[in-house]
T-cell receptor
Framework: QKEVEQNSGPLSVPEGAIASLNCTYSDRGSQSFFWYRQYSGKSPELIMSIYSNGDKEDGRFTAQLNKASQYVSLLIRDSQPSDSATYLCAVTDGGATNKLIFGTGTLLAVQP | EADIYQTPRYLVIGTGKKITLECSQTMGHDKMYWYQQDPGMELHLIHYSYGVNSTEKGDLSSESTVSRIRTEHFPLTLESARPSHTSQYLC??????????FGDGTRLSIL
């Protein structure tokens, strides 16, 4: 059973701090990795994609991928109350299907 | 920005009714997906399609059925709705190895 694991949280950080969200996956054949943000009652929204080892930065967001450790993370700098949401880690399966395997999500709460 | 549309946004209906949830995308994506998600819970893939006339069941068993007669359209049907079908249904699409983009979802409530 291919799995994606995340700490369910809630992860509580003060406004302006760095939030660090972690994700591990079991399928070594996975090639594409995504972070989605989901506000309560809304659909998931893609915020970061990463395909190769290392860091990828986009504004206040940095995704980090380590395929050897099967680990992907998301850092949110200068956290804002509007960042409070559930963050879903998603990984493509190792086949050609492009099916995404989603983690259960980490609930982030940014305290003003 | 992805253009994927789901209708209706909300549906409250009685037990035993036939329901069709619509999903359309204007990007010409080959791949489309249906997910089911209960409040505060994880996403579950229930159906997917890699192109016209191609449909597969997902990881979560569902009594719903889907069809893919046109590239842009991927409707989901429940022949006889039951209270256990109450949930949020999310449609997504993607191209090749690109990320999936989601519609706004349909929140279904069966009385």
């Amino acid at each position: 059973q291919k799995e994606v694991e995340q700490n369910s949280g809630p992860l509580s950080v003060p406004e302006g701090a760095i939030a660090s969200l972690n994700c591990t996956y079991s399928d070594r054949g996975s090639q594409s990795f995504f972070w989605y943000r989901q506000y309560s009652g809304k659909s998931p929204e893609l915020i970061m994609s990463i395909y190769s080892n290392g860091d990828k930065e986009d504004g206040r967001f940095t995704a980090q991928l380590n395929k050897a450790s099967q680990y992907v993370s998301l850092l949110i700098r200068d956290s804002q109350p509007s960042d409070s949401a559930t963050y879903l880690c998603a990984v493509t399966d190792g086949g050609a299907t492009n099916k995404l395997i989603f983690g259960t999500g980490t609930l982030l709460a940014v305290q003003p | 920005e992805a253009d994927i549309y789901q209708t209706p946004r909300y549906l409250v209906i009685g037990t035993g009714k036939k329901i069709t949830l619509e999903c359309s995308q204007t990007m010409g994506h080959d791949k489309m997906y249906w997910y089911q998600q209960d409040p505060g819970m994880e996403l579950h893939l229930i159906h997917y399609s890699y192109g016209v006339n191609s449909t597969e069941k997902g990881d979560l068993s569902s009594e719903s059925t889907v069809s893919r007669i046109r590239t842009e359209h991927f409707p989901l049907t429940l022949e006889s709705a039951r209270p256990s079908h109450t949930s949020q249904y999310l449609c997504a699409s993607s191209e090749a190895a690109q990320p999936q983009h989601f519609g706004d979802g349909t929140r279904l409530s069966i009385l």
